[in-house]
Each structure stands twice: as C-alpha cells, then as structure tokens.
C-alpha cells in the first residue's frame, strides 16, 4: 500500500510559476513510475506527466511541453511537478498517481494508488 499526499498548490497570476509535491509513504516509493494528472471541473481527468523510478523515461502531455517539468527524489519519497508560465486553462484539481508496474504509462487506469489532489488556480 503507498499513500500520496500532494502540495503546493493554490492561486497564481497568468505567467506565473506553482511548485507541487508529492510526498509518497508506505512500500518503497522508488520502485513505482509517478505520474501527474489533473481534471477541471466538466472535464475528463487528463495525463499532465509521468516518470520511471530512475528517472530514466519521461512523458509529458503536449499542452505543458516546456512548461512543466517533472522530476522525483527516491530518498525523500518524493515527486514534483514544477509549473512554469502558467496559463487559466491549467486551473485544475491536480493529482499524483503511482504506477506499481513502473512502465510511466499515460492512461490513468494503469495507476494504482492516487492522492487527494491539490487545487490550481491560474487567474488571467
């Protein structure tokens, strides 16, 4: 079992910068891929990014390409999202997933365990 616990969200100005984190607790975090995924009210939950436990394969959705960068630290049971230029279209509830598999799949039914989510504000 792992829980996910995600922060950092909140309100921030078009242009600006959010920086999530997703502090994972339970079995060994660094086996698992992590992945980002957020949903907007209305709107189907949408694969955001996903990373493999070294670190070695990274996928993004090609709205954030540029913007965000995913990344992880196993020791600190850890993933982040760093949200660069941020833009109203990305106000969404945002979730952090873990894929036991660890392939960094980009279909949410591939992950297992899922936090609470944290609300992104982007004002224009």
């Known amino acids: 079992q792992v829980q996910l616990v995600e922060s950092g969200g909140g309100l921030v100005q078009a242009g600006g910068s959010l920086r999530l984190a997703c502090a994972g607790s339970?079995?060994?975090?660094?086996?698992?891929?992590m992945g980002w995924f957020r949903q907007a009210p209305g709107k189907q939950r949408e694969f955001i990014a996903t990373?493999?436990?070294?670190?070695?394969?990274?996928y993004y959705t090609d709205s954030v390409k540029g913007r965000f960068t995913i990344s992880r630290d196993n020791a600190k049971n850890t993933a982040y999202l760093q949200m660069n230029n941020l833009k109203p279209e990305d106000t969404a509830v945002y979730y952090c997933?873990?894929?036991?598999?660890?392939?960094?799949?980009?279909?949410?039914?591939?992950?297992?365990?899922w936090g609470q989510g944290t609300q992104v504000t982007v004002s224009s």
């Open positions: 997933a873990a894929e036991s598999l660890g392939t960094a799949s980009t279909h949410s039914r591939d992950y297992d365990y």
């Open positions: 339970g079995r060994p975090f660094s086996t698992y891929a």
């Open positions: 990373i493999t436990w070294k670190g070695s394969s990274i």
